[in-house]
């Protein structure tokens, strides 16, 4: 059946990206593209093989679903890294499938190194050290007692990476405790040295460290929402245009380039005359006769209720406020001064139509959600359409 939206996903809004962000890190740093959360919303299954297509050859995850995940829809060899859960019962398959796995305590490195003796494989581990964000890592005595497991299992283990989560990188009241996080890191990995263990890779940096904190992009760094084109925050976003060279008073040129454009389209619209309550309840009323158009998107899909009487939507390449109550799969929108505007024309609730644009920012700000939050509330099943460069299109009937 033909969906009411869909997604589109731009390969060479990606490629551009990744060129912007590998210029930012450095050649002698290694890239790991995470696509947690269903690659923050932009769809696992279609983006792997086109982030491959564009270079990336290492992924991270945070459960080992999303690693299953990752390793059908990859075409190439290439690496996937276990950040968070996974049950002990599926760390034999982990091993035999050589993806990496983060070892925050004793028990899930004793089961990874049974594991692989069991079948006769090397487990790939990476030390997540407790710095600071006092949530998974290990510090103090469990460090010293999980360095000796490690010498004590032989060729079982391999020690890849040691690594830690910084806590908020994109905000700049978060710095002096970043700063902490970061001396307690090299303690321990010195502590770590001091006790034999050869550490092959440092890795603390994500989007928003790689981008504004060069100390922090050490030997790997973890990229989620920038490679989508999104900036971690208004700060970063801020950050990085300073230290750049960039005044304020200057005009800014993104360089990145956002991914995904969401589309839907009108299904209905009538006028209504003045004085008249639209949708559910009494939120909104005309003063005047209006044209109100029917979107067939709502909370289900992502579209947050509380941007009911404060979004906007693009039609025919002019913005459409949201009018009423958004409802669970559908919402409507004020198309009066669109003219033309008639069913089946596209909706653009997420991307470009022709010179306008909507961004996650326009909604997300006016719903005080994150952009993450809002780009992983998309539903899985929406269908996704990997294109080489995004169509901005005007789909517009004129008879």
């Known amino acids: 059946m033909r969906s009411p939206s869909h997604i589109e996903l731009s390969r060479d809004a990606l490629r551009s990206n990744l060129r912007f962000l590998r210029r930012v890190v450095g050649p002698g740093v290694r890239f790991c593209s995470v696509v947690k959360g269903d690659a923050y919303g932009h769809g696992i299954r279609h983006f792997v093989p086109m982030a491959e297509d564009c270079g990336v050859r290492g992924f991270a995850v945070f459960d080992a679903t999303e690693a299953e995940a990752v390793l059908r829809a990859r075409r190439t060899d290439c690496d996937v890294m276990i950040m968070g859960h996974i049950d002990p019962q599926d760390l034999p398959w982990a091993v035999q499938e050589g993806i990496a796995v983060w070892v925050f305590d004793d028990r899930r490195l004793e089961a990874a190194a049974d594991a692989a003796g069991r079948i006769g494989r090397t ?52 710095a002096q405790r970043i ?100 949708g559910y309840g009494t939120s909104y009323m005309t003063t005047s006769r209006q044209r109100i158009g029917a979107v067939p998107v709502g909370y ?59 961004s996650v920012s326009s909604f997300s700000d006016l719903a005080r959600t994150p952009n993450y939050e809002v780009l992983v509330r998309i539903p899985s099943d929406l269908p996704r359409i990997v294109r080489e460069r995004s169509s901005g299109r005007l789909k517009i009937r004129t008879h």
């Open 123 to 174: 487990a790939r581990v990476h030390l997540e050290l407790e710095t600071g964000l006092n949530r998974t890592g290990l510090k103090g005595p469990a460090l010293t007692r999980i360095v000796q497991q490690i010498l004590d299992a032989g060729a079982r283990i391999v020690v890849e990476g040691v690594c830690t989560h910084l806590a908020g990188a994109e905000s700049a009241a978060n």
């Open 300 to 358: 289900a899909h992502g579209f947050a209720r509380q941007l009911s009487n404060l979004g906007h939507l693009l039609v025919r390449g002019r913005r459409a406020p949201v009018v009423g109550v958004v409802n669970m799969s559908m919402m409507l929108v004020d198309v009066t001064h669109i003219p033309g505007a008639r069913p089946g024309d596209e909706v653009v609730v997420i991307g470009r139509q022709g010179r306008a644009e909507i």
């Open 179 to 278: 700063q902490e996080q970061l001396h307690r890191f090299e303690a321990a990995c010195e502590a770590l040295r001091a006790q034999g263990l050869t550490i092959p890779l440092r890795h603390t940096a994500c989007s928003a460290a790689a981008l504004t904190l060069p100390h922090t992009r050490m030997d790997l760094v973890r990229v989620g929402i920038a490679q989508f084109g999104f900036w971690p925050s208004t700060e970063t976003r801020i950050q990085y245009r300073l230290q750049e060279g960039g005044g304020m008073e200057q005009r800014f040129h993104d360089p990145l380039h956002r991914v995904l454009r969401w589309s839907s389209e009108l299904m209905e619209v009538k006028e209504v005359p003045p004085g008249e309550f639209i």
